[in-house]
Structure formats: C-alpha cells, structure tokens
C-alpha cells in the first residue's frame, strides 16, 4: 500500500504556470508507475501524465509540450510543471500509483488538488 499526498493547487490567471507535488509514504523505486490525473466537472477523469518503469512517459495531446511530469527519489515526490496553463486545464488534479502486489497490480490514489485558471 502507499499513501500520496497532492499539494500545489490553486488559482492562476490564463498562461500562468503551477507546480503541483505528490508525496508518497513509500520509495518511488517500489512503485511501477506514477502519474497525474484531472477531473473537471460534467467530464470524465482524464490522464494527464504517467511516468511507467524505464521512464516511458506519457502525455496526451492536451497537455503534450506544456506539462512536465518529473521525480525526486530521494524525496520520493513525483511533480507536475503546468505551463501555459487555459481555463480548460481547471480540474482536480489526483495522483496515482500503480503497484505490483502479488500477481496483481493495484492503484492508489491521492485526495486531490484543486486547480482553477481564471482572470
């Protein structure tokens, strides 16, 4: 099991930029995959950027050439840089974990952030 812990939420103006932050209470090294979700409302839950085993990452193309999803392993944090951030990036962000136990792999979640874009 994992505990993550989502910070860095907030309001921003149009073509601001956040950094949001997920700690989690064990090594990322154990972890198989971490990534960032969005959950705006009226819309489905959308993947916003997963970092898999061998640094694969992916972004869709909403996102793709404005956010960065990074890792610090000595403070096991995975963070989200949102550049260029639009009204339509306002969600809660959630962070997930993908981890392997036993024969199967189970997901985690984090509480959530809040982002707002807005004038």
């Known amino acids: 099991q994992v505990q993550l812990v989502e910070s860095g939420g907030g309001l921003v103006q149009p073509g601001g930029s956040l950094r949001l932050s997920c700690v989690s209470s064990?090594?990322?090294?154990?972890?198989?995959?971490m990534g960032w979700y969005r959950k705006a409302p009226g819309k489905q839950r959308e993947l916003v950027a997963k970092?898999?085993?061998?640094?694969?990452?992916n972004y869709p193309y909403s996102v793709k050439g404005r956010f960065t999803i990074s890792r610090d392993n000595a403070k096991n944090t995975v963070y989200l840089q949102m550049n260029s951030l639009k009204p339509e990036d306002a969600a809660v962000y959630y962070c997930?974990?993908?981890?392997?136990?036993?024969?199967?792999?189970?997901?985690?979640w984090g509480q959530g952030t809040q982002v707002t874009v807005s004038s």
């Open positions: 997930n974990a993908v981890i392997l136990e036993g024969l199967s792999d189970n997901e985690y």
């Open positions: 970092k898999s085993s061998g640094d694969r990452v």
């Open positions: 064990r090594s990322i090294y154990t972890i198989k995959a």
